[in-house]
Every structure is written in structure tokens, then in C-alpha cells.
């Protein structure tokens, strides 16, 4: 189907209504454009209300012979919520799917359909003193960051979505509903079914519904900027840290001294905490906890005792504690601070902790000895092991790096992390176009061999999601 095909209209917007087809290449648009790598085209956009509308869908589109994108929110980085360039796919947005919002206040959970966002469900919480412990500085839907097993910056206290998913309500590329929405936390009879759709980008199933686990919200939360010393400064932080504010530890978060440059360049309203210069790395600590003061506990004192054992022994030098808001503001301002310089190369890489400082010195040497041009602007989530390696190709030096450049750059950095580090080239944001080939090349045989088994017994024809395992 090259554009619209009038069959396929009249038979969704059988199933959706006639506004809720888009065929207008401007209407189109934000649904065809991803936030970082670019986009592609589609057939048309299809925005179903419920769960029995995207049934319906997937049936129709499972006969026609129809490739579907899932989209939820479009704020992923892996490429994989948006159309190829053929423009024969359906976009299936579940931005519509929204009516379901069931709070259990007994088992602490909600209920809700995939389409929420996480802004607006953790506003929707906070009245009930509850919160969904996913941090990110975008607002991705429920639907999405299951897809793609979401971290943020509170994986370390909290765990990333797969630990915070109790059950989920899924369709299959054929249109059959599945659902486990009991919200048991405890479940040994047998495979836990909704793992396979956690993290497998919408390639096995759309997810239309979930149970969440919630928390209390916290009550205290105190940060400070904190610079380590040199070597395997960062390191000895940490251990400092989970030693003296044990469970209180809620982000460890890493910005070399690029990535806070580009921040503050990009937001000039932000105050640089360190007056004039800005240090090769500083940690923001973040202490919360759902008790509140009135308990005893002050976790701003806790962390005032924790930072001064620091410089008493030599591990800090420099701290400053601040306001969560200003400190948070200057972390969430990175990415957008990245592509105000060039284009991005995002590594979102995991590895065991403790070889988080050599594997980035010797990502650091790879990239000086082969592309000195390239700007180093590592930042992210290092107290749970994970890096945004993120290299920016300066504007005046686009033309000289093309598609196959940035692939072989990939390819070496991922060579690197995966062979000498045992690290992930894919730590929260899914996989999709942009990752599927390293993917391909590094992942274990037998686990590929597994997800391709899988898929093609639920989707023979590969017609749902980006990912071909
Ligand atoms: C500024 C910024 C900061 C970010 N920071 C982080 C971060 O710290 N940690 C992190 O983990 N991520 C981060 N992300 C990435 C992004 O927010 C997550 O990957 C998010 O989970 C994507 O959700 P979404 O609703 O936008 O999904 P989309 O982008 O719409 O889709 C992502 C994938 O999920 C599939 N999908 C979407 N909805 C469904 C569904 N209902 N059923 C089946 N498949 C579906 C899509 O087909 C695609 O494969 C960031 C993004 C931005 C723009």
C-alpha cells in the first residue's frame, strides 16, 4: 500500500470512527517523527478508545496482511515507535486509551489503561499519598515503558518498570485478548507470562492494560551536587553512600563535566551551582524517604554527616547540597542541552558497577584515537550501573559523519562494552532500529534463537512492532 488504501480506511474507521483515522500527511506527523533518530512514513494512523477497538484492529489487520507500529507516547530512543520509510505500516496509537483508572488502595495498585502517562498518573496519585517510583525527565505512557522495560533514575531504590508491572492486559498480533489483572505481588504457578511483553517492544503483543504496583510517596527527599576525587572516586561515593544512608539512597546520577556544560548552555536561567568552572564529574545524591521529619528521621542531616565523612576522608572534594528541584533541573536539562550542540549518538550501555570507571576511560581512549571530533558527554544513572555514553557530532562536523560512520562507531564502542566489559548495549530504552543489528551481532545465540521461536509462533508474518528477533 503506497499512501491511504480506501479499504483499510473504511475498515478501521469502522472499528474507530472517522476522526480517529488520520490520512493527512500533516496530521500524520507527530505520529511518523521520533524524538531523536528520525522517522519514516506511514499508511495511516489509527487511534482506538479500548481494548476491544485494538482487538479489532490487530484482527483486521492480521488478515489483511497489514504491519502495525504500537505507539504510545513517542519518547522512545530506540527507533522502534515509528513507521519504516515504506509507507505501508499502520501507526496504532494507544494515546486514546485512557478510560480505565481503578485504584485498590488495600493492595496498593492501580489498574489502568495503557494510554496514561506517567505525568498524569502520578498526579492523579498524589492526593492518595501514592506514587509510580518512575522517574524520567519525559512523560512516556504505561504502555511504553513496559514495552521497553524503562528505567529512570530511581531504578537503584526502586527497581526499573519490570519490577513494578503485577500483571498486564495484552493483545496478540492476531487479536486475541490476554489478560492477568489480579495484581498478585507472589506467583509461583508456573511461567510469568507477562514478562514476555516487558521489554520486547510491542513485538509480541499490544499492551493495553496493567496493574502497577504504587508506593507511599515520599515525605523528605534531600540532594547535593557532590564532586568525588579523581580515579575510582566515584566508586568509593557510592559504597560511602549505601553504607551510611542504606535504603535512603534513592539516585546516585552521574554528569561529566561536558553534559552539565551543554545544561546550563541550553537552559542559561539555570544557576551553576560551582560558580564559574564546572568539575569533570559531580554525583547528584538524592536521600528520600516516605517517613516523614515529625518521625525522628532527617535525611538532610543524614546526608550532611555522610558528605562530611566524605571530605574527612579523602573521597569528596567538593560538595554542594541544594534544593532537589534546582539540582534535579540541572540533570533533566542534559538531553535537550546535547542536541542543542550536534547530533546525538546515545549509548545507553549497562555493566556491573564496579567497572563502570574503566570501561569509560577506555571508551574514552577508543573514541579520542578514532574520532577525535566527537564531543564525550557521558552522563546518567550510575548508581544502578548504567551510562548514557552519549557522543555529539559538533554541527560544523555533521557532514563528515554519515550513517555508516556512526555504525561502525557503535559497533567498536558496543564491541568494547560487551566483550571486555560484559556490559548491555541496551540498558532501558528498548531495542528498535536503531540497536536491532548490534543486537544481532552480540546477543547470545540461544536467547535470540528463543525470541525468534516465540514471535513466529505468535506472528508468523512478522506484522507487529519494528523488531524481527
Ligand atoms: C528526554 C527523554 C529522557 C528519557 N529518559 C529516559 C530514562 O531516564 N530512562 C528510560 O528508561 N527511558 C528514558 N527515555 C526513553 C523513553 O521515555 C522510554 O523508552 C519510554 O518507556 C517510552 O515510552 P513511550 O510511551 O514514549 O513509548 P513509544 O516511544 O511510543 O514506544 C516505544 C516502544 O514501545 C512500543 N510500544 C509503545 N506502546 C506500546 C504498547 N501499548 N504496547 C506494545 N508496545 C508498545 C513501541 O512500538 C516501541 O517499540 C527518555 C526519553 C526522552 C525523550
Known sequence: MAGPDAGLVGALAAIVGDRHVLTDEGDMEPYVSAFRYGGGRAGLVVLPADTAQVAAILRHCHGAGVRVVPQGANTGLAGASVPDGSGSQVVLSLKRLIGRFDLDRANRAVTLDAGWDLDRLNERLEADGLWFPIDISASPSVGGMISTNAGGSRVLRYGDVRHNVLGVEVVLPDGTITADLRGLRKNSAGLDLKQLFIGTGGSFGIVTGAVLNLLPRPRQTATALVVPRGGDGVGDLLALCEDRAGEFLSAFESMTGPALSAALHHRPQLRNPFGGTVPDECILVELMSATGRDSGLDLEALLLGLLEQGYETGVIVDAIPGPPADLWALRHAISEGLRGLGRVIGLDVSLP???????????????RTHHPDLLICGFGHRGD?????????????????????????RQGLYRLLVEDFSGSYSAEHGIGPVNLSYHQTFADPIQQHLSRLIQTHLDPA??????RW
Open 462 to 467: 512478522g506484522m507487529l512492532g519494528r523488531v
Open 385 to 409: 550501573g548504567g551510562d548514557h555514553f552519549n557522543l555529539v557530532i559538533p554541527k560544523d562536523r555533521d557532514a563528515a559523519f554519515p550513517a555508516n560512520t556512526v555504525s561502525a562507531i
Open 353 to 367: 558497577r564496579g567497572r563502570m570507571t574503566s570501561f569509560r576511560r577506555a571508551a574514552t581512549d577508543w573514541v
